[in-house]
């Protein structure tokens, strides 16, 4: 079983993948720092409730959506 912020970065990694957008873009639309996203999806960064709703917010999906099927 993956760690919370290893499961959280990788589930930001599919959905933005689905999208077929670039970290860049994810960064842009999410107005969440580059390097901060990369360390995020990589698992190495703690990361509060208002980035992560940046985040999933930019990528249209609810709160519900992201954390159904969460590893």
Known sequence: MLGAKKSIGK???LLREKKGWSQIRL???SGVDNSDLSRIEHGNKNLCIDTLEKIYTALGISYQEFFSELE
């Open 27 to 29: 960064s842009t639309e």
């Open 11 to 13: 589930k930001i990694v």
